[in-house]
């Protein structure tokens, strides 16, 4: 699975509900401009076009060094290089892919504009290339070969089913939670209307006196955080003698529309009692991940402007952005959030009564075709394979709606970049102010993801006003929370503790910093320690003090659709 998968980005969550996700694939405002703009530069146009031509004729000749990007996954069969026919249309492909995207860049469009069409223009090129056809592609010719032309039926039957209705994207081998995905054993110990409250069972005789309470994003199951067996984060904690609960958000219906971020902090609120009654202690770790970490940090707000900030023993953040500013980065950069598009994304919901996450995954899919479509395209429609199990690609496409008043919400928070300075954003009737946190913050950040510049990430460490330990690992916000110990190509970089009161600048910290090889999970284990107070003997039963095990976990919440 790629590395490339992520939770659904805020700036793409607050603008892509109202346009829909063929929208961004087909910009037709941006196209007419594009072509007014080329139609008054015929010069541009003739230069462009007689060095295609100058260049196809080299690639007839076999002169010509054009080659297909290096890791190409489409180009990775010999046959693309040895055989002189399937090397010239691979040439030809890219030539012409890259002069398409010059000649947008020639344009002089604006930024909003020319990120929107130069994606179009590389989402067409990359389903024209020539590897995505199966009479060109090497690998359906021997998977024809070798099932007697059975593959040939299976790949078209696919591909019909799969790209004839949403979510149109390669499917993914369908798994059950509970058995192949958030399979560690626990139960739901509270439920509400809104939220289960999954509680896990102990490994050994002793735990950690303080619970971590895991907050899953909005859009998004909860279970990235316990995505499989011997790859799921919670699975370590538990075995590292933490005791561990997590939030299933319920995926709201239209009839939900009027839950805000007000309610989705007291439930929150709610859940960290349910765990301090459960483990009879007054502290929690909130361990948020995305726009889960973003909840989470506000509530810490909201506890210190009530001064009981003492409640928080420690926050954990994976992947998440406060501070908006310069957040993005990738095939979303130069995309910002206006006004304009806010207005139209809220309106939509509002008509709706949520945002469909789906669509959205469906979307963040189309982002990175060559991660995210090819492999699926590759196996399944060009050699009519069953879609291999998949955890990472299964919780990717398993997104959840989010409600018309946390969309509301959620694009006032973003326009205003409420967080990032004191008195913005009103919480539970109370205004937030993120330097009166003083709370111990571990955050880490994927720096390979596509979608979340991992400075943004930093950023955090420059807000809030405790202690951060930051790291920076290999893979996407997704990925690094699925990188277990024992993975080969994983590393971490890590530096000293940053605060608001000692400011870093983040590529600063980088260079100070030094990098350790493999997971950051047991480094976020020696953190907890110190944060999660004294071992004790573990309970005898999950629940406690009139709270108890209604349903085995993985709970209800995680499989309505």
Known sequence: MSTDDAAVPLDMLLTEGARGPWRRLLPGGPAVRLAASLATRPATLARRGAGLVTELGKIGLGTSTVAAPERDPRYADPAWTSNPVLRRLAQAHTAAGETALDLVDDAGLDPVDCEQVRH??????????????PLLNPLAWRAAARTGGRSVVDGLRRAAQDLGASPRVPAVADLTPGDDVAATPGAVVYRTEMVELVQYLPRDREVRDVPVLVVPPFANRYYLADLAPDRSLVEHLVRADQQVFALSWRNPAAEHAEWGLDAYAQALLDAMDACERICRVDRTVLLGVSTGGLLATAVLAHLAAREERERVAGLVLVGTVLDRAHARTGPTAGHPVDDRAARASVAASARRGYVDGRRLAELLTWLSPDELVWPGWAHGYLQG???????????????????????????????????AGPGRLMLLGTPLDLSRVRTDVYAVAGVGDRFTAWQAAYRTSQLVGGKTRFVLATGSNAAVLATPPGSTRAAYRVGGAVSAGHPVDAERWRSAGHVEPGSWWPDLVEWLAEHTGELRDAPPELGGRGLHAVHPAPGTYVVER
């Open 120 to 133: 179009a223009v590389a989402t067409a090129a990359e389903l024209l290339a020539p590897a995505t056809n």
């Open 385 to 419: 394979e069953e879609p291999a199990p998949d955890p990472l690609r299964y919780w990717n496409a398993d997104a959840t709606r989010v409600p018309a008043a946390l969309h509301r919400d959620l694009v006032a928070l973003a326009l205003d970049n409420a967080l």
